[in-house]
């Protein structure tokens, strides 16, 4: 477990490694970055934050979501708290440890933290909570299992959708037509990518007559390739080499840390395969990894977690469920990078084309794991 206390953390913004790329299709979630945006916070407002086992260093969700919590401490001028975990057996004794702090707002980072979460949020409602990735609905009645729990959720299938029919142009133009995925633990925040990616492959073949193949994952089945963690280790390798096996050139690791794991194994392949990242652009968050980084899936955890940390500084904390879209831009694709000048003729305007569709409701990305 390691403690971090941030007081004004000059330098870390939540634009950091955000690219927009499909503009004007939606407003952004509400953040001026202006110093004028946050509201005068109580003297006893201590904003807290605390990982899952991947860390802050994951280049994934739970550095997106640091990076909006240090941003909310710099313009609100707090002292906040961060706890990082290493293991699911710091999840119980850090919420702890935030409460006893004297914690006003935790922040938990994803949907293993959900169950300690809801033990810690019905034994303290003076405190104000939020998770991300999930309902915190433990008994999956359709609620959340306490009151004082605002859930940050992303349909991030409506990105993903993108994603995948990009990956699918990619691997049709260079006459392949295999593209593939796996995941790290086969829960709705990670499988909600898969189905995603697969439908929008599903697009582009019915759009142009294709017959791209995805290995990996079934949408209707709701079976794929998982690791069973979101290490970096050996299984994560071997399970992106079962994959890359399947001869594909394009591959989706879901599952922070893991996307490591895939691109050392496509560099031991030596073929010129790509892979996509998710929740944050990946060719800016972890620039070695930027020459095979067609695109990333993202989610705007900074932003969402901004928002939610001003709002409770504020005294306007509200339990409802926060839903990133591609209309609010709480998810979406980043830039191609070094990539775009050797996009299919024409992907942009087709990707365009399609999140217009999808924000004004023609297409409806159906996903049995979205919010």
Do not use: H
Not at 22 to 47: M, N, Q, V
Not at 220 to 236: K, M, P, R
Not at 240 to 262: E, F, T
């Amino acid at each position: 477990m390691t403690i971090s206390r941030t007081k004004k953390l000059v330098g870390v913004t939540a634009a950091a490694g955000i690219v927009a790329f499909l503009a004007g299709c939606g407003a952004a979630p509400e953040a001026d970055t202006s110093d004028s945006a946050a509201p005068e916070a109580a003297d006893d407002f201590i904003p807290c934050l605390i990982s899952d086992e991947g860390g802050w260093n994951d280049r994934s969700f739970n550095q997106s979501a640091k990076e909006g919590m240090d941003r909310a401490i710099e313009e609100l001028d707090v002292t906040g708290i961060e706890l990082e975990s290493t293991t699911p057996n710091d999840y119980g004794p850090n919420l702890e440890q935030l409460v006893a702090e004297g914690c006003t707002l935790i922040v938990s980072v994803g949907f293993n933290l959900a169950a300690a979460t809801v033990e810690s949020a019905l034994a303290n409602p003076e405190i104000n909570y939020a998770i991300i990735d999930d309902y915190a609905d433990t008994d999956f009645d359709g609620t959340t299992d306490a009151p004082n729990i605002k859930p940050l959720v992303f349909d991030t299938a409506q990105a993903a959708y993108l994603g995948g029919y990009a990956a699918a142009s990619w691997s049709a133009e260079n006459g392949v037509n295999k593209v593939g995925t796996f995941g790290g633990m086969q829960i709705p925040s990670v499988a909600v990518f898969m189905d995603g990616y697969e439908l929008g492959v599903q697009k582009y073949n019915e759009d142009n007559g294709a017959n791209v193949e995805v290995f990996g994952w079934d949408t209707a089945a709701q079976e794929g390739s998982f690791t069973g963690g979101f290490a970096a280790n050996d299984t994560a390798k071997q399970t992106a080499q079962g994959v890359l096996d399947q001869g594909v050139d394009v591959i989706l690791p879901v599952g922070g840390p893991i996307y490591v794991s895939a691109a050392a194994a496509i560099a031991e392949g030596g073929g010129d395969v790509v892979m996509l990242g998710v929740d944050s652009d990946l060719a800016v968050a972890d620039p070695d990894v930027a020459d095979v980084t067609l695109v990333s899936i993202m989610k705007a955890i900074d932003v969402a977690v901004y928002d939610a940390t001003v709002a409770a500084a504020g005294g306007d904390f509200d339990v409802a469920p926060y839903i990133g879209t591609l209309e609010n831009e709480g998810v979406k694709l980043s830039g191609f990078g070094a990539f775009e000048s050797e996009l299919p003729e024409g992907l942009m305007d087709e990707l365009m084309a399609l999140q217009e569709q999808i924000v004004s409701g023609e297409i409806v990305v159906e996903s049995p794991n979205s919010p």
